[in-house]
């Protein structure tokens, strides 16, 4: 069952479809079960760490203000339209790897971007399916500075394509001295405090493998009125899907 809820941010109220049915673990389940990968329900949520990321973008707007930049794993695209009409991106692709997902986000994003873009943005935001691992060289803008993924990692299966993609989506911008930037947020989902340590460092691990520092990191909560920072540069464990964290990693 589908809905659409407003989110406002920053002053703008963005409209955005969404798959509302399910429960959040139930929705993980289905992820994790192979056999209904087609329809990819998680896909078409809007999960908390989408929101966090939100407001992280919002406090620091220089991050991706006049930059070229791509997300990873949109999904309803919330974070994209965030990213291009409260930021003012120079221009943002947004890719997801599921047919049924990117039928969802093209309406959502042509929307947000019809309803709140002025004319001269209107061709400043693109989508493109695209598969973690994938080559990106024939589509890849060559300027793209930033790449941004919120609450994508859901298994340790995905934590390696999805950093070496970031590094293919930046290494021609960071070879032409640009400053560049991948901004992930991370969100427990269905793992113990165990599971949760070692995805933790499963992070680390694949951001130093294809050649990414970490910049900062900043960890927060679910409260009423939305997300509370806690500490900035703190590498505790998450707890559970109330907390998430933000990194900040840049190719060295």
Not at 59 to 71: A, P
Not at 160 to 166: H, I, M, R
Request: glycine share 6%; net charge negative; hydrophobic share 40%.
């Amino acid at each position: 069952m589908y809905e659409e809820k407003s989110y406002t941010i920053d002053g703008l109220v963005l409209k955005i479809k969404c798959y509302t049915v399910l429960p959040p673990d139930e929705a993980v389940a289905l992820l994790e079960d192979e056999t209904d990968a087609t329809n990819d329900y998680t896909g078409q949520v809007v999960w908390n760490g989408c929101e966090f990321l939100c407001q992280y973008l919002i406090k620091h707007k220089e991050l991706v203000h006049n930059r070229t930049v791509v997300e990873l794993g949109a999904g309803t695209g919330l974070v994209s339209c965030v990213a291009a009409l409260c930021c003012e991106a120079a221009s943002v692709m947004v890719t997801d790897g599921n047919e049924t997902t990117l039928d969802l986000l093209r309406q959502n994003v042509d929307s947000c971007i019809t309803e709140h873009a002025t004319p001269s943005s209107l061709d400043r935001v693109h989508i493109k399916k695209y598969l973690w691992g994938d080559a990106v060289e024939d589509w890849c803008p060559p300027e793209t500075s930033v790449v941004l993924a919120a609450d994508v990692l859901y298994a340790f299966h995905a934590v390696q394509p999805l950093f070496a993609s970031a590094a293919a989506l930046l290494r021609r911008a960071h070879m032409g001295g640009q400053q560049t930037r991948f901004v992930l947020c991370c969100v427990p989902r269905g793992w113990d405090v165990q599971e949760n340590t070692d995805i933790h460092l499963a992070v680390l691990e694949n951001a130093r493998k294809c050649g990414f520092v970490c910049e900062t990191t900043c960890r927060a909560v679910k409260v009423d009125a939305g997300w509370e920072a806690l500490l900035t540069d703190d590498q505790a464990p998450l707890v559970d899907s109330s907390h998430a964290r933000v990194w900040q990693f840049r190719l060295s």
